[in-house]
Nanobody
Framework: EAQLVESGGGLVQAGGSLRLSCAAS????????IGWFRQVPGKEREGVGC????????YYADSVKGRFTISLDNAKKTVYLQMNSLKPEDTAVYSC????????????????????WGQGTQVTVSS
């Protein structure tokens, strides 16, 4: 059974940085797409970005482009979300999700297209 576990959330001041981790287990890490999403209560879940486990190519939503970076350590089966220049509007529960599907486009940040989800970790950015 595929499992994803996020960690690294917390409270940070605006302008600060945080690094989230998403540890995967229960599946081979080849040819997967792993996305990061965030959700604020009362709002729809938003896709932040995605990485391909095969070639490490990445895609980012416009709202985080240039500030957030997704990376992957295949040996550790862990995906990272480095968040810099954080803003109060980045406050949300951040979750990672994975999908294994041939020719899946990493620009696909539709939450319903991902099959496995972590439990989420809270990120709070104070002004």
């Amino acid at each position: 059974e595929a499992q994803l576990v996020e960690s690294g959330g917390g409270l940070v001041q605006a302008g600060g940085s945080l690094r989230l981790s998403c540890a995967a287990s229960g599946f081979f890490f080849d040819d997967w797409a792993i996305g990061w999403f965030r959700q604020v209560p009362g709002k729809e879940r938003e896709g932040v970005g995605c990485i391909s486990s095969s070639d490490h190519s990445t895609y980012y939503a416009d709202s985080v482009k240039g500030r957030f970076t997704i990376s992957l350590d295949n040996a550790k089966k862990t995906v990272y979300l480095q968040m810099n220049s954080l803003k109060p509007e980045d406050t949300a529960v951040y979750s990672c999700a994975a999908v294994y599907r041939p020719h899946f486009s990493i620009s696909n940040l539709g939450q319903y297209d991902y099959d496995y989800w972590g439990q989420g970790t809270q990120v709070t950015v104070s002004s």
